[in-house]
């Protein structure tokens, strides 16, 4: 009996040099995390969704029921098999991350964004790869036994959700269907089972809130590096430019 292995290991201490610094609109201890506090409830839809991927996964009935015939399905549908669409708008919602920061209202900045795109792609990609080797499922294609879950589907849910924690449903819809469209095209390309598809989407998810409850930490590590230009002094008494750095303790 297979089962899928969810575990992940996550290790942030992220460092930033002067532009980083510059951007930088105040000091992380005087502001207001009360938006990334941990939440069960927040849990809760990305547990479904794992959840039900992985039975999808150990169910013969599922799999006898949903998962082959939808591929019989979208097998004697399909007139094209080109994957580049899928493999470009897996993209779309975290390029929105940055995007969306140019024009739309958010609380926060562009050190938070390169903090959240950091976290949620080292999450994403620890849970991903562990549960493909683990669960060792066969793609519908037959061409490589990586299928479960599905990468591409979680990435794009990643950025998804990271575009509605920081700018709200009105943009996080628009994300939310772009990703919904990549997990429908992984299916109908014959990449990934339906089970495949719904992990994906609830690692993506679970990914994206990771990194919204360790901003904090993040950006309070950050905050106590410096980064200084200095000159040193050769034996032969010649000025070398050079960088120091400090970690304030």
Known sequence: MRAALISFALCLCMV??????????ADSTARD???H?????DVAAPAALLGAGTFGLCSPWF???VNIPVNDYVTG?????????????QYAPLAGVVVLGLFAESDEDWVDRVLLLGTGMVAEASMVNS??????ELRPDGSAYNSFPSGHTATAFLGAELVRLEYGWGYGAAAYAVAAGVGALRVYHSRHW??????????????????????????????RIGIFPSVQATPSGEAVPSLALSYRF
């Open 37 to 41: 506090e941990f939440a069960w409830k």
């Open 16 to 25: 930033g040099g002067p532009a980083l610094r510059a951007a930088e609109r």
């Open 77 to 89: 549908i399909r007139r094209s098999n080109n994957q580049v669409l899928d493999n470009t708008l």
């Open 194 to 223: 339906v089970s495949d598809v719904l992990a994906g989407a609830g690692i993506g998810i679970l990914s994206a809130r990771i990194a919204w409850w360790l901003l904090p930490s993040g950006r309070r590590c950050l905050d």
């Open 63 to 65: 799999r006898s029921n």
């Open 33 to 35: 995390w009360s938006r």
């Open 131 to 136: 549960i493909k080797y683990a669960a060792h």
